[in-house]
T-cell receptor, first 117, second 112 residues
Framework: NAGVMQNPRHLVRRRGQEARLRCSPMKGHSHVYWYRQLPEEGLKFMVYLQKENIIDESGMPKERFSAEFPKEGPSILRIQQVVRGDSAAYFC???????????????FGEGSRLTVL | GNSVTQMEGPVTLSEEAFLTINCTYTATGYPSLFWYVQYPGEGLQLLLKATKADDKGSNKGFEATYRKETTSFHLEKGSVQVSDSAVYFCALGETSGSRLTFGEGTQLTVNP
């Protein structure tokens, strides 16, 4: 499967624990985006990263949330001290190099569903 | 800022019925417009897109026309199937940015 790979697909955490969600972009893609889908709602942009750089984090909550995309390995979305309101589906998407960005087409993974007890 | 408004769902139709899901947008500049589809338990898949005014995107019998004068990108299909049951998202791609702005999604259920 050469698509966007996310893991884990399902994650259960208790309040106060940490959640780490991983995303490997499509082969050849160097841009990664994270979106959050709360129950019964649409997708909300969180952060856009390139290798070793955060390009746009305007959708990230100011506290407890962080994201990285290291030179080697997958992108990681980290949520510290989770609360029940963090329960959601977190989707990662990737896109080809910047020359194509103006068309905006993104390729999505199947999502990681976080449940906070 | 940019925004996308979709008709509220859920929408329930019988097989072979005509489908319209309304989408309007607010944006500066000349964005690209998209429809994505999400099947149960899956991620979003691009259904169709249009990159400039008066363009028509089409795929799998679905169509949408980029109407700049009415700032709309309504999704239509002449004859829906049970397999079309999914959530449909209208989205806007910023001309100089990196993100997609999504509407709230419309749940479509097609009954046999």
């Amino acid at each position: 499967n050469a698509g966007v790979m996310q893991n884990p697909r399902h994650l259960v955490r208790r309040r106060g624990q940490e959640a780490r969600l991983r995303c490997s972009p499509m082969k050849g893609h160097s841009h990664v985006y994270w979106y959050r889908q709360l129950p019964e709602e649409g997708l909300k942009f969180m952060v856009y990263l390139q290798k070793e750089n955060i390009i746009d984090e305007s959708g990230m909550p100011k506290e407890r949330f962080s994201a990285e995309f290291p030179k080697e390995g997958p992108s990681i979305l980290r949520i510290q001290q989770v609360v029940r309101g963090d329960s959601a589906a977190y989707f990662c998407a990737s896109s080809a190099p910047s020359v194509y960005l103006h068309t905006g087409e993104l390729f999505f993974g199947e999502g990681s569903r976080l449940t906070v007890l | 800022g940019n925004s996308v408004t979709q008709m509220e769902g859920p929408v329930t139709l019988s097989e072979e019925a005509f489908l319209t899901i309304n989408c309007t947008y607010t944006a500066t500049g000349y964005p690209s417009l998209f429809w994505y589809v999400q099947y149960p338990g899956e991620g979003l898949q691009l259904l169709l897109k249009a990159t400039k005014a008066d363009d028509k995107g089409s795929n799998k019998g679905f169509e949408a026309t980029y109407r700049k004068e009415t700032t709309s990108f309504h999704l239509e299909k002449g004859s829906v199937q049970v397999s079309d049951s999914a959530v449909y998202f209208c989205a806007l791609g910023e001309t100089s940015g990196s993100r997609l702005t999504f509407g709230e999604g419309t749940q479509l259920t097609v009954n046999p």
